[in-house]
């Protein structure tokens, strides 16, 4: 069992927006501004798409935007298209050094 | 552009150490703004962080391993090294490393991932 948890599965039609969600408590997610979201396709390693909550890394497209309230953060992926098919993880730093990862969530355009 | 490659035995006998090293190339360990560090992922599951170092030798383990977990650098050359004692079939997983921001732990830079199977 994670100790973030995420929907394992969403699903959207080119050009929707889906938004994914990662929940963990006051003592991660909550208690710091320090929420990051990975992309990783089959066999290959995870993509950094968001830091610090909502902060995108050179490079990867505006489509991408991240959010939290509370003990939950959230991924958006507007005007999906095809190639935005992939696993995609939260992670969290924990306190005392320590970093969470969610379970994953796999998103497919429909 | 930094770059990590793993390299290490890809077959590890049970209640053996696993053993693992992560190059790094095209940038310095010596960054007070970085840890590295080592991340792992059971086929077909999600990743589990396995601890970080800092370049000063300061380590930082998940709580859930770290009876079991060594983790050292090496800044002369360049490369860290991850030791997984008492390993059994569950230690079965791709072995990352990476470099982590050291405010947020958020990690731009990921090795390509090596796969340890733990098995007779």
């Known amino acids: 069992q994670s100790a973030l948890t995420q929907p394992p599965s969403a699903s959207g039609s080119p050009g929707q927006s889906v938004t994914i969600s990662c929940t963990g408590t006051g003592s991660d997610v909550g208690g710091y501004n320090y929420v990051s979201w990975y992309q990783q396709y089959p066999g290959k390693a995870p993509k950094l798409m968001i830091y610090?909550?909502?902060k995108r890394p050179s490079g990867v497209p505006d489509r991408f935007s991240g959010s939290k309230s509370g003990n939950t953060a959230s991924l958006t992926v507007s005007g999906l298209q095809a190639e935005d098919e992939a696993d995609y993880y939260c992670s969290s730093y924990g306190g005392s050094n320590n970093l969470l990862f969610g379970g994953g969530t796999k998103l497919t355009v429909l | 552009q930094l770059q990590l490659q793993e390299s290490g035995p890809g077959l590890v006998k049970p209640s053996e150490t696993l053993s693992l090293t992560c190059s790094v190339s095209?940038?310095?360990?010596?960054?007070?703004?970085?840890?590295w560090g080592w991340i792992r992922q059971p086929p077909g599951k999600g990743l589990e962080w396995i601890g970080s170092?800092?370049?000063?030798?300061?380590?930082f383990y998940n709580p859930s391993l770290e009876s079991r977990v060594t983790i050292s650098v090496d800044t002369s050359k360049k490369h860290f090294s991850l030791k997984l004692a008492s390993v059994t079939a569950a230690d079965t997983a791709v072995y990352y490393c990476?470099?982590?921001?050291?405010?947020?732990?958020?990690?731009?830079?990921w090795g390509q991932g090596t796969l340890v199977t733990v098995s007779s």
């Open positions: 170092i800092y370049y000063s030798g300061n380590t």
């Open positions: 095209d940038g310095s360990m010596s960054s007070s703004g970085y840890y």
């Open positions: 610090e909550v909502s």
């Open positions: 990476a470099r982590l921001a050291y405010y947020g732990d958020s990690a731009a830079y």
